[in-house]
T-cell receptor, first 114, second 110 residues
Framework: NAGVTQTPKFQVLKTGQSMTLQCAQD?????MYWYRQDPGMGLRLIYY???????DKGEVPNGYNVSRLNKREFSLRLESAAPSQTSVYFC?????????????FGPGTRLLVL | DAKTTQPPSMDCAEGRAANLPCNHS???????VYWYRQIHSQGPQYIIH???NNETNEMASLIITEDRKSSTLILPHATLRDTAVYYC???????????FGTGTSLTVIP
């Protein structure tokens, strides 16, 4: 049981390049999330998927797209990377029981855009 | 507007109890309070959550005031490995989002 896995761990891009961050979970969770964390800041939600086939914008969605490929996988795409997207990206999945929801996080992807 | 307010940093002596406060004065009646911690830029780790009653697990205790406007996370015997940023989180009223804030950076001192 690996929990939440993310690939790649590190990535360097040039401005304007595109890339996809991959996330997978093996806990049979319905909901999945993408966050970004800038230095000295808390996590900010980019997009989330409450269930397979649905996605919704979070606090900072501009410049990103997502795909909930199936129940296990939730990818984040940067179509044209900008230096402002230099950050650490965390994927999470969650289990919900009534109004209680516990999120489990991946190890993160460190992205540098030059 | 912020949903939670935490002190930016705290120190605690190794072996002593660490008490981390959080204000969540706008919390609604059915919102849970969650605590996570993040060790050195790893992914955040779930600690504990609660609604009204005090809660305890193998990691920590959570004390929620009767009016639910604030809570305290207690690490009963802090170790050096507890040095981390601790986040007090409530769910935003709309959508499916959690508000993380900037957390409290706890340093456990030998």
């Amino acid at each position: 049981n690996a929990g939440v896995t993310q690939t790649p761990k590190f990535q360097v891009l040039k401005t304007g390049q595109s890339m996809t961050l991959q996330c997978a979970q093996d806990m049979n969770h319905n909901s999945m999330y993408w966050y970004r964390q800038d230095p000295g800041m808390g996590l900010r939600l980019i997009y989330y998927s409450a269930s397979e086939g649905t996605t919704d914008k979070g606090e900072v969605p501009n410049g990103y797209n997502v795909s909930r490929l199936n129940k296990r996988e939730f990818s984040l795409r940067l179509e044209s990377a900008a230096p402002s997207q230099t950050s650490v990206y965390f994927c999470a999945s969650s289990s919900r029981t009534g109004l209680q929801e516990t999120q489990y996080f991946g190890p993160g992807t460190r992205l540098l855009v030059l | 507007d912020a949903k939670t307010t935490q002190p930016p940093s705290m120190d605690c002596a190794e072996g002593r109890a660490a008490n981390l406060p959080c204000n969540h004065s706008t919390i609604s009646g059915n919102e849970y309070v969650y605590w996570y911690r993040q060790i050195h830029s790893q992914g955040p780790q779930y600690i504990i959550h609660g609604l009204k009653n005090n809660e305890t697990n193998e990691m920590a205790s959570l004390i929620i005031t009767e009016d639910r406007k604030s809570s305290t996370l207690i690490l009963p015997h802090a170790t050096l490995r507890d040095t981390a940023v601790y986040y007090c989180i409530v769910r935003l009223r709309t959508g499916n989002q959690f508000y993380f804030g900037t957390g409290t950076s706890l340093t456990v001192i030998p």
